[in-house]
């Protein structure tokens, strides 16, 4: 990996929307958001977010990377579990603070809970009042204990 994960500055709003330069808007800590789904069927398997260094891991390997927020870490989505994410398309919506990977994902599941997806509830419309979720494709496809032994989490 690359010992300089800088990338350019974005230039005028226009090279930023319609040029071809890629210049990542990262937060104000670094990050920026990236939205995970499975290229055959189109789910959303997860949301997570990458540093700099993550972001040039995953364009130069073809495999997700990403930072962890709660543990401060770069990780390698699949690293523990071996439910490796290889990413097929990689792109950038229009102001370039947000990414899309299509990936095809290696295992049965991309959530640290034992789902395929980590979108396994629903918030139900139209409600007043106290809000109940609903599960929605909530089977898991692999038990979490097995795959990260000594934690739950990713």
């Excluded at 071809?20 to 104000?28: E, N, Q, V």
Aim: charged content about 25%.
């Amino acid at each position: 990996m690359t010992d300089t994960p800088s990338f350019p500055s974005p230039g005028s709003v226009a090279e930023l929307e319609e040029g071809l330069g890629f210049t990542p808007k990262f937060d104000s800590d670094g990050l920026i958001t990236a939205v995970v789904t499975d290229i055959k069927s189109g789910d959303v398997l997860m949301v997570a977010h990458m540093n700099a260094q993550a972001l040039r891991n995953t364009i130069q390997t073809g495999e997700a990377w990403f930072y962890s927020r709660s543990r401060k870490k770069l990780w390698k989505k699949g690293e523990s579990s071996g439910h490796v994410q290889r990413v097929i398309e990689l792109r950038t919506d229009c102001d370039q603070d947000a990414l899309w990977l299509k990936v095809e994902q290696e295992g049965p599941g991309a959530c640290h809970t034992g789902r395929r997806s980590c979108f396994y509830r629903a918030v139900p419309l139209g409600q007043t009042g106290t809000v109940t979720l609903e599960f929605r494709s909530a089977d898991k496809t692999f038990d979490p204990n097995t795959v990260y032994p000594g934690s739950a989490k990713k």
